[in-house]
């Protein structure tokens, strides 16, 4: 019996842990006034026929707080690199000297640091609906394996309180990390 209430537990906790990694790599890719290669991730080049990602076929860094430089390994791909760059409508356009693709961030605005907030807060949000449907599911199971009459009601209660307390947690760390990412955005 236990054995099937820890499935269900770990079944919920599993989906709360994918809604909260999804936050974070979506938090990755949003622009907060700073230079961040992971802007780039979704950016792919059409390589030889495959769907490519910039940073497989190029060495990306920081040199300034502002500025990514992208080498492109392959120098006959230069120009798809830099149209596609161009195309994804990140916000900058790509300087380009013939060897390094450079992208410049003009510091942001108050007025558009105040949507990417909401932006981010959207993300928040859905993350804390994934997290609830997962609640909703496991306590539905649990409600289930009670009416089967394979648990007692007691133990159906237990397992709710459990639940309901590892939801709460995974919640308590959506809003910690949005709230650091706005910290992030808003900060001049």
């Not at 690199?81 to 942001?108: M, S």
Request: proline share 4%; hydrophobic share 35%.
């Amino acid at each position: 019996m236990n054995e099937m209430i820890e499935e269900v537990k770990n079944s919920c906790k599993e989906d709360c842990a994918k809604a909260v990694e999804h936050q974070v790599q979506e938090y990755l890719v949003v622009r907060a006034g700073r230079a961040n290669p992971h802007i780039l991730d979704k950016v792919t080049i059409d390589y030889y026929g495959v769907p490519t990602p910039i940073k497989n076929m190029a060495s990306i860094s920081v040199p300034e707080a502002r500025i990514l430089a992208i080498s492109v390994w392959d120098q006959s791909q230069h120009k798809n690199v830099v149209k596609a760059i161009t195309e994804a409508n990140l916000g900058v356009n790509p300087n380009e000297d013939g060897k390094t693709i450079r992208l410049i961030f003009p510091p942001l605005t108050e007025e558009r640091r105040r949507e990417i907030v909401k932006q981010i807060k959207k993300i928040a949000e859905d993350t804390k609906v994934a997290v609830r449907n997962a609640r909703r599911d496991a306590m539905d199971m649990i409600k289930d394996l009670q009416k089967d009459g394979e648990i007692s009601e007691d133990e159906q209660a237990r397992c709710e309180d459990e639940i309901q307390k590892m939801i709460n947690s995974y919640t308590a760390e959506i809003d910690a990390k949005f709230e650091a990412k706005e910290k992030e955005i808003m900060e001049v």
